[in-house]
């Protein structure tokens, strides 16, 4: 137990470490006037590790008073993140108005549908309501990433390879939130110290990652696209449609026609 | 482990499969400067080759073989006609994959998009890439009655007809663009056009 909480401190004062020389470089690189609330993401999180430091010597640790220190401060965290995966896609598929106005709305959606569900489906005690929240946000801030990434795929966006590595780690680190979270619900207190340092780690692989990106040389300046008239794609679009669509149909067609011949 | 757990734990797989699924990077990617001949080029590269793909596999030179050659002849000939007709699907899929590839970047590069358009595309992907591998499946093990195939290839021929006409329009526009683009120095080109 003893040297579970020594690690715990060792890994607390380098997760600070790490997030304050990935906010130099943020400044260094000038990329904080491109990820603004990314940077203030970073920033809250500072102020968390520190502010826990301090409420934690004031009230003890575990307590009452630092349970719900520690998830409202949580709480603010993730609404932090999920303004920064928000500017992140932005970031990505804005310089594109129209698959943009679709894919903010297929995400604010698929999130709003997660939350629901995980939320409701998780429920059990009041005393996990902040667990099944946070990993309610968490799930769905994994799936915002990953709904982006297949946007990005799909339509053949050239992704930045810093706003790739960026999703990559809020993806990595939510899913593991998530997970962590669910073990926690079912073994709450005989795995919560195991649940801090699990949590802290992942942090540190996701800082790890995004501060190996930042601080790799920069590539050349994305170019703006040239849009097309939006009378191209209103002809165009129905009818592509419909072909695939009568395409489709002969190949159920094919398919219920064939037997064996020979 | 309970069911909860079951399902979330469930959940975080599926993530991480999609991820790492939507990070391998695209099969060919992207050259805007590439544009114009690609899309000049999608979607008929092999449907040109219909007419002697038609002629090798019809009926009359099989009926005609049974009756006259030896049957070991019959035998290898039907396996060649199957080889050329996985061929000669496979050859079209990457035909449908131009087409659609074109028309994914006709949305990208679109000011706006009809939500309805682009999910009944993706719907109409994943049922053509499921029909084409059950029947490429079929005609591997013989099933699938070989001449049908014409009906996909003149499909398609009609649309990589109508879809040289929208390249062609899309290319005007885009000399328009650039044309604009140097008169006005580069300033709202969009509100121009």
């Known amino acids: 137990m003893q040297g579970m909480a020594q690690f715990e401190q060792i890994l607390w004062a380098v997760n600070v470490a790490v997030g304050i020389v990935l906010l130099a470089l943020l400044i260094a690189r000038e990329k904080c006037r491109a990820f603004p609330a990314f940077t203030g993401y970073l920033l809250v999180n500072l102020v968390q590790a520190v502010s826990f430091y301090f409420a934690?010597?004031?009230?003890?640790?575990?307590?009452?008073?630092?349970?719900?220190?520690?998830?409202?401060?949580?709480?603010?965290?993730?609404?932090?993140?999920?303004?920064?995966?928000?500017?992140?896609?932005?970031?990505?598929?804005?310089?594109?108005?129209?698959?943009?106005?679709?894919?903010?709305?297929?995400?604010?959606?698929?999130?709003?549908?997660?939350?629901?569900?995980?939320?409701?489906?998780?429920?059990?005690?009041?005393?996990?309501?902040?667990?099944?929240?946070?990993?309610?946000?968490?799930?769905?801030?994994?799936?915002?990433?990953?709904?982006?990434?297949?946007?990005?795929?799909?339509?053949?966006?050239?992704?930045?390879?810093?706003?790739?590595?960026?999703?990559?780690?809020?993806?990595?680190?939510?899913?593991?939130?998530?997970?962590?979270?669910?073990?926690?619900?079912?073994?709450?207190?005989?795995?919560?110290?195991?649940?801090?340092?699990?949590?802290m780690l992942s942090f540190l692989a996701s800082l790890l990652l995004w501060t190996w990106a930042l601080g790799k040389p920069q590539t050349v300046p994305r170019r703006e696209e040239t849009l097309l008239a939006p009378g191209i794609y209103e002809s165009l679009a129905p009818q592509i449609n419909l072909r695939l669509r009568t395409l489709n149909e002969r190949l159920s067609q094919f398919w219920n026609s064939a037997a064996p011949r020979r | 482990m309970n069911f909860t757990m079951v399902i979330f734990i469930g959940l975080v797989g599926m993530l991480l499969v999609l991820l790492v699924w939507a990070l391998r990077g695209p099969v060919k990617p992207w050259e805007p400067e590439a544009v114009p001949n690609g899309l000049r080029e999608a979607g008929r590269r092999h449907v040109s080759f219909l007419p002697p793909i038609q002629q090798a596999l019809g009926e009359t030179d099989d009926d005609f073989l049974s009756r006259r050659a030896p049957s070991v002849l019959v035998r290898r000939v039907r396996r060649e006609r199957r080889r050329i007709a996985l061929t000669y699907l496979s050859a079209l899929r990457e035909d449908f994959d131009s087409l659609l590839r074109m028309a994914t970047i006709i949305a990208r590069l679109s000011p706006q998009v009809a939500a309805m358009q682009e999910f009944e595309r993706i719907r109409l992907t994943l049922e053509f890439a499921w029909r084409y591998e059950t029947i490429r499946m079929m005609l591997w093990a013989g099933l699938a009655p070989i001449p049908q195939l014409r009906g996909l290839s003149e499909l398609l021929s009609a649309l990589s007809i109508r879809m040289e006409a929208a390249v062609k329009e899309m290319e005007e526009r885009a000399a328009l663009a650039a044309k604009l683009a140097s008169s006005l120095d580069g300033h709202d080109v969009d509100a121009a056009l």
């Open chain 1, 56 to 199: 934690s010597r004031r009230w003890g640790y575990p307590s009452r008073n630092m349970w719900l220190f520690g998830w409202s401060s949580q709480a603010v965290v993730t609404f932090a993140r999920a303004l920064a995966v928000a500017e992140l896609c932005r970031h990505m598929l804005a310089r594109y108005q129209g698959v943009w106005a679709l894919a903010w709305r297929v995400l604010c959606g698929s999130a709003m549908l997660i939350i629901l569900y995980s939320g409701f489906a998780g429920w059990r005690r009041w005393e996990l309501a902040f667990p099944a929240l946070d990993r309610s946000l968490e799930l769905s801030i994994a799936a915002v990433i990953v709904i982006l990434l297949l946007f990005v795929r799909y339509y053949e966006v050239v992704a930045d390879p810093v706003d790739r590595s960026l999703a990559v780690g809020f993806c990595l680190y939510s899913c593991f939130g998530a997970v962590n979270n669910t073990i926690l619900d079912r073994y709450l207190y005989s795995y919560q110290e195991l649940w801090i340092v699990l949590g």
